[in-house]
T-cell receptor, first 113, second 113 residues
Framework: NAGVTQTPKFRVLKTGQSMTLLCAQD?????MYWYRQDPGMGLRLIHY???????AKGEVPDGYNVSRLKKQNFLLGLESAAPSQTSVYFC????????????FGSGTRLTVV | GENVEQHPSTLSVQEGDSAVIKCTYS??????FPWYKQELGKGPQLIID?????GEKKDQRIAVTLNKTAKHFSLHITETQPEDSAVYFC????????????FGTGTRLQVTL
């Protein structure tokens, strides 16, 4: 049972380049989330999804887009990367009411130069 | 939205001592109170949670206590060990209306030999 898998684990982008981060979960969870983590700022929610085909904005959505075409996958896209998007990105999933908490992936460390 | 504060931001204890981390929240309707542990290079992991109808919950060396009147809950770690060194996050939530967690800014615990 893999849980939540994020790919890639590391990436270096040049300013203006685009990329997609992939999150996959095998727990049949309804809810999925993308967070970014910066030093001293904890975890901030970028976008989230409460089910297949649905997405919603979180606390810091600017510069990112997401898609949830399949229940098990949640994609995070950066159309034109900026140095301010250098961060560690975490995907998480939870059951319908999150009563059992979130399951997190191991993270993607992204550097934009 | 929920305002969440954690204290202290850093905590250093000697092996075998106890550690206490406090989380203060603003939404009086919050009814789910989890604590997450994040080890270096990994995603956060749920370690213990409590619901509003319970005042205290224990799991071996860790416990969580809740004071709904004062709107705070605390993580207690007894007989600390070096492997307890990590960053700890609280994430209170109203399961009736909020589909996402708001994380505190984290507490870095260092257990020294």
């Amino acid at each position: 049972n893999a849980g939540v898998t994020q790919t890639p684990k590391f990436r270096v982008l040049k300013t203006g380049q685009s990329m997609t981060l992939l999150c996959a979960q095998d727990m049949n969870h309804e809810y999925m989330y993308w967070y970014r983590q910066d030093p001293g700022m904890g975890l901030r929610l970028i976008h989230y999804s409460v089910g297949e085909g649905t997405t919603a904005k979180g606390e810091v959505p600017d510069g990112y887009n997401v898609s949830r075409l399949k229940k098990q996958n949640f994609l995070l896209g950066l159309e034109s990367a900026a140095p301010s998007q250098t961060s560690v990105y975490f995907c998480a999933s939870s059951d319908l009411q999150a009563d059992y908490g979130y399951t997190f992936g191991s993270g993607t460390r992204l550097t934009v130069v | 939205g929920e305002n969440v504060e954690q204290h202290p931001s850093t905590l250093s204890v000697q092996e075998g001592d106890s550690a206490v981390i406090k989380c203060t929240y603003s939404d009086s309707a919050s009814n789910y109170f989890p604590w997450y542990k994040q080890e270096l290079g990994k995603g956060p992991q749920l370690i213990i949670d409590i619901r509003s109808n319970v005042g205290e919950k224990k799991d071996q060396r860790i416990a969580v206590t809740l004071n709904k009147t004062a709107k705070h809950f605390s993580l207690h770690i007894t007989e600390t060990q070096p492997e307890d060194s990590a960053v700890y996050f609280c994430a209170p939530r109203n399961t009736g209306t909020a589909s996402k967690l708001t994380f505190g800014t984290g507490t870095r615990l260092q257990v020294t030999l």
